[in-house]
């Protein structure tokens, strides 16, 4: 049977959610397909079994502002606490630092001093990312037309309010290592580390990696500061998007997965499934990755040679696993955002085993809690080992998860009921990433701006007319805040 929509929307992550809502919005007939039999893509929450639920991949996050607003988001159920949350680096004499003017003090009263002139320049640099997020990029090397040149003059505008000052360090800043830029700021090495696993946290970079000034900026931004916020909701923001979906008359379609994009003579006419329905559509738009969206569902055969060069050599490397533990809620952790990072050489060190394909003996963890639930970040996992397997490896990584957590809380031992692991491989298999990279293409700065996912393809269009990409591997995305779902619709109007 063969339907028709204005446009198919592949995937059903936050992203795909928010380019689908706005559509509806505008009264167009918009179909959202998602392979898994559960909506969120990486932001979800998930049962592994009775009285274990968690956010299986992002603990929590919030949107944009904008996007909240416009799609009405908290009359359909999103419930945004902003309520600080705290950021602690664990200590193994237990004097466990809390990211604040007080705590840091403990550990040095000149960095104490420094610490809200960093949190200003920050906040600072995280709009101008914002800003910069929020604009279309031109395709670059090709002419900058119109509609291109006022989004840029915009921008401008906005960078000329931000200050000299600020603007001229942000611009610094961003191919700085985060250890270089900590360095300007503070002098204890247990405040540098903590604040850099945020600048790799994700990313397969070290805090001496070229580039991880911009990743400490990014994930700022999409976090509001240093620790997650709204933890155990992350359901609540995808259902709340399918819910003001559904309001506008859009649909949604689980277990649908999409096979391939019908192209005839370089135009998208829609798309087939898996179980051979074809489902027809004026725009296709993806939010699926874009190496997976181009290569596997457009297929080299559509595409120019060169471009399917260029997208082959988009950098995927995924190396973060995922612990779930249920306990039975007498672990002794504490509520906030928890890290394992407890030098700049620990954290390198950690890096460094990711460069050979090997799992990282002495992790950088970031942990949160949710009810009787303790999360588990771990990195660096790298999705391709070079002496072994992922099927292989599962347990050692289970193992060295608790056992470098429970060194500061050997009560989870005791308290711990059974756990649910995610590997990079799973992040690919289950929750469609390729490569495991979570941000559906590495955050370094030759996949940034006028250049994420390819220089000349930055305004989420492709070589196929009326396909599109909103996903995170797309200028603005990367992380929760629904920017790049947004912004494809500019284009499209
Ligand atoms: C373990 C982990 C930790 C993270 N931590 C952070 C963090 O601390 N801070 C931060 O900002 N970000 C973090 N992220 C990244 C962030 O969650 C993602 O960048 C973001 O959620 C991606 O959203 P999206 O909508 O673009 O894509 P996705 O959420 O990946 O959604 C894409 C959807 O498309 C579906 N799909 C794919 N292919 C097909 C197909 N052929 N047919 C139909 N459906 C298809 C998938 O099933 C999926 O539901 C983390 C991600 C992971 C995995």
Known sequence: MTNTYDTIIIGAGHNGLVAAAYLAKQKKKVLVLERRSIIGGSVVTESFGENFQADSIYAGGTLRPDIIKDLKLATHGLTVDSTPQSFISLQADSNHLTLNAESIKQFSEKDAARWSEFVRFMNKAASILDAAYSTIMPRLPQNINLRDGFGLLELGLELRLAGRKDMINFIRALPMTAQ???????????????????????????????????????????????????????????????????????????????KNIKVENQIAKG???????????????????????????????????????????????????????????????PEGTLV??????????????????????????????????????????????????????????????????????????????????????????????????????????????????????????????????????VHGGGGVSGASGRNVIKILK
């Open 180 to 258: 270089e830029l900590l360095d300007e700021y503070f002098e204890s090495d247990i405040v540098k580390a903590a604040i850099s696993s945020v600048a790799i946290h994700g990313s397969t970079l070290g805090p001496m990696s070229a580039g991880t000034g911009y990743t400490l900026i990014h994930n700022w931004l999409n976090r509001g500061g240093l620790a997650n916020v709204n933890v155990g909701k992350a359901g609540e923001i995808t259902s709340a998007l399918a819910n003001a979906l559904k309001s506008f008359g859009g649909e949604i379609r689980i277990e649908s997965d999409v």
């Open 271 to 333: 798309v087939v499934l898996a179980n051979g329905e074809e489902i027809l559509a004026d725009k296709v738009i993806s939010s699926a990755d874009p190496k997976h969206t181009l290569l596997k569902l457009v297929g080299a055969q559509d595409l120019p040679p060169e471009f399917v060069w260029h997208t082959q050599s988009i950098k995927m490397r995924g190396s973060v696993a995922k612990i779930h533990i249920q306990t039975n809620g007498n672990h002794g952790i």
């Open 340 to 473: 394992v990072a407890p030098s700049i050489n620990y954290l390198e060190r950690a890096y460094d085993a990711a460069k050979y394909g090997e799992i990282s003996e002495h992790p950088y963890l970031e942990i949160t809690t949710s009810g009787n639930v303790v999360s588990i970040h771990f990195q660096f996992a790298p999705y391709a080992l070079k002496k072994s397997s992922w099927q292989v490896e599962s347990e050692k990584i289970v193992k060295l998860a608790i056992d470098t957590l429970a060194e500061y809380f050997p009560a989870l031992h005791a308290s711990r009921i059974t756990h649910h692991l995610i590997t990079p491989f799973d992040l690919e298999q289950t929750y469609g990433l390729t490569e495991g990279d979570i941000n559906h293409g590495q955050l370094i700065l030759d996949q940034f701006l006028f250049m994420r996912p390819l220089p000349g393809w930055s305004n989420h269009k492709t070589p196929i007319d009326n396909l599109y990409l909103c996903g995170s591997g």
